[in-house]
């Protein structure tokens, strides 16, 4: 019973140190960290799993115009990887986005 509860607690502690990688890799992305390219990669290749946090990340005006690009292009390979309707309309409405240069930023991801 107390390894049990010892292990309950290892785990417990490794989740919250380790964090979800999906938000780690948006962390990544949004504070202009060194590997962001790395993080595209990375949850392009996570799938299904990031498709609500990176629209979510997106989608939040409070962010920097270079973070929401970053974003874009990232949910674009997801989109291109996972054809979910969701990026599609995510994409889309952000072509009426009031800063202009995340207007330009997804016209050209999307082509």
Known sequence: MIRLKRVGLIWAVCLSACGDP?????????EGRD?????????????GTAIEPVIHAFEDHSLSTRARLDLADALYRLYLREDDGRIFASLVAALEDPVPEVRAGVARAVG
């Open 22 to 30: 999906v938000q780690q890799h948006i962390d990544t992305i949004i």
């Open 35 to 47: 590997g962001i390219d790395d993080a595209k990669l990375s949850l392009n290749m996570a799938k």
